[in-house]
């Protein structure tokens, strides 16, 4: 985990060359990195040496951070022209997570040439040194240079000094609210401590880290489900391994937890032993529940059984897929504080759920207490507190997200999913514990309970809230009348209110294709959680067409659906990110209903082939989803779900780049080649010698397994 703050030490030898060289020094230099691949000049270069000031140079590195190719050309040549020491990780996208203007972003920090460089260099090398060397009359003077510069100038100062300070921004919005417009050296101070107090022992860009992957909606947040882990279970290695100086082992600096577990015979699997190695009937019940913990989990890490040490979110679980002595569980650090003296004692078990003591035991101490607040008021599901008296947790009614998107590539069965929200939230049941009931859902949504809407470009707020709409009245000889009329929000909002004791959903499916501000106008305010009804905070507006106030009732929750080949979750309109908490749907090769033997055609290999070759080619947003292959069990299955749905998508994908459509399929025979040759005559213009097409849909090797294996075996498996 590591390397996903290697950008971390990199910047910050940049800034401390750029400081100790100075002015001429980053001129000259600047000038001779690569910055594009073609003749056009970098923005950067326009106006002159004495403008190419430290805070432009940064965010300019910044935005052209944003993909792989421009890394491999630009960050080598900045390695080579300020002689750096250090190689930053361009192949890794997780390792580029920080603020990056888009490439339409003004990224200059000066007005066209008539800024002020020398009060910009003097906050830089105020900035390099830390917070305390910054100074209130120069940060405030270099605020005034530009129109509302909080979150460009508080950006750049973290991406130069990224232990130290924090972005003023939306993604920081998640944690605490932003300051208000008189924003101020002593404000940003104040709300940077206050930042910084939610996230214990944290370093800024740790924080960073985990707001970025919250706001895009990547990484859940499930504080209902808690594991443990010991400090000092390694058997015979011993010692602690929070933070003891030993580089490749220590959980804090490293970002991980593991444990070796008990040896065979006693309950646990060994270091070493693959997952079809291991025999119950020999070693005994697999007590180190390691293979359990999901992106999204917390683990509470402690020492002994009175020590609390820290608190961190799952990020990957390497003993989901092996389990082995160097499997390591990844975490995001979000409470780093150690205490000496819990109110409780924990678990002894080396690794384990956590139980009701445990939770006691960190819930109620607090250095903790704070971060269990906040992980429950940004989380995907909420339990109820542990009850002291019988020592169990009380869970009469699981507390759902008022607002939830599901989001993933297509296939990936997120209106399938939507519907078993819906009834989680209708009974008050985990996701997990759901009973699904389509019989119960059809009842529920003739019943108005459960309300669904699919969002589209000419979607309005006269569809969903209320408007005046034309109708034919008989009245006056079937002429065109108006009326004012509900929409479907209003609809069930108004069912919701008048129901207080039951909870209503409404699905919105394709929510990021409709226009948000035009569909939600004012009311985008009214749907989060501390502005409902009977909240602290409530609140009410004035409808335009009716005149009547109007409020969003507590119990109406909203499922969204997203996919995210049509649009990327950083693509969403900012007001809508922020008021829905999101639930990462991808593909699941190993999905039961797929078959691994159709007619000798291993369907999920076949799958995860295609996505890993696309993630690389493409993005992992444009994956190809399991539902396309599930049930597909005869050959004139697998050739129609290809021929009708995979194939087209790919297509879609890769805009007809017959070489990729290709590249994804193994180089089978469903892309066909034609040469052109004989087909225009020399004095013709110059014409491509090959084009490329879709095989026949009659062709028999539809139909063929061998084009099927082609897609996942390698050259050898396939002559074998």
Known sequence: MNEIYAWVPWFQELAGKIEEGGEEYLAEAAKKVAWRDDDKKQALLDYGDENIDPFSFFYTLAQRSQDRRSRKRIYPSIVKEFKMKRQPPVESDEGFIFP????????????????????????????????????????????????DWRVKLTQALFLINPRQFLACDDKMDLFVELPTADFDWEHYKEWLQEVRGKFPGCEPYEINHFAYLRWSGSLPVRPDRCFQV????????????????????????????????????????????????????????????LDK???????????????????????????????????????????????????????????????????????????YAETFALLDRLGDVVREEPNSSEGEVVNPKVKHPKNQILYGPPGTGKTFHAVDRALAIIDGVTVKDVVRNIEK??????????????????????????????????????????????????????????????????????INRGNIAKIFGELITLIEESRRLGADDETKVRLPYSGKSFGVPDNLYLVGTMNTADRSIQ?????????????????????????????????????????????????REHQIGHTYLMGVDTMEKLSHAFQNKIFPLLQEYFFDDWSKIGAVLGGNDFVVETKTAGLFRESEQEVEERVYQRLSHNDTKWTEPGQYRRIYETPAEQSG
């Open 100 to 147: 990056t203007p888009s490439y339409r972003a003004k990224v200059l920090f000066h007005n066209n040439g008539h800024g002020n460089p020398n009060l910009l260099w003097r906050l830089f090398s105020a900035s390099v040194q830390g917070l305390e060397s910054v100074k209130s009359e120069i940060f405030d003077g270099a605020l005034d240079i530009g129109n």
């Open 571 to 619: 693509l969403l309109d900012t007001a809508l990110r922020r008021r829905f908490t999101f639930a990462e749907l991808m593909p699941e090769p190993e999905h039961p209903l797929i078959s691994k033997d159709v007619e000798g055609v291993d369907c999920q290999a076949m799958l995860r082939m295609m996505n890993r070759r696309i993630t690389a080619l493409l993005d």
């Open 230 to 289: 010991s400090t000092n279970a390694r058997g015979k290695d011993g010692g602690d391994f929070w933070i003891d100086n030993r580089p490749e082992l220590d959980f804090a600096p490293n970002h991980w937890v593991f444990t070796g577990g008990p040896g065979p015979g006693t309950g646990g699997r060994r270091p070493g032993m693959d997952w079809e190695e291991y025999d119950e009937s020999k070693h005994g019940s697999p007590t180190y529940l």
């Open 293 to 367: 913990p999901e992106r999204g989990d917390l683990i509470l890490v402690r020492t002994g059984t009175s020590r609390g040490r820290g608190m961190g979110i799952v990020c990957k679980n390497d003993y989901r897929d092996r389990l082995a002595a160097d499997s390591r569980i990844h975490v995001i650090w979000v409470n780093k504080r150690t205490i000496d003296k819990l109110s409780g004692q924990t678990q002894r078990l080396g690794f384990d759920k956590a139980g009701p003591k445990t939770l006691k035991a960190f819930r109620q101490t607090p250095a």
């Open 441 to 510: 859902f059809r009842k529920l949504r003739l019943s108005s309970q459960i309300e669904m809407a699919t969002f589209h470009q000419n979607y309005a707020y006269e569809d969903f809230i209320e408007g005046i709409r034309p109708v034919l009245s008989n009245d006056i000889g079937g002429q065109v009348g108006y009326e004012l009329r509900d929409g479907i929000f209003k609809k069930i909002a108004k069912a919701a209110g008048a129901e207080e004791d039951k909870r209503f959903v409404l699905i919105i499916d394709e």
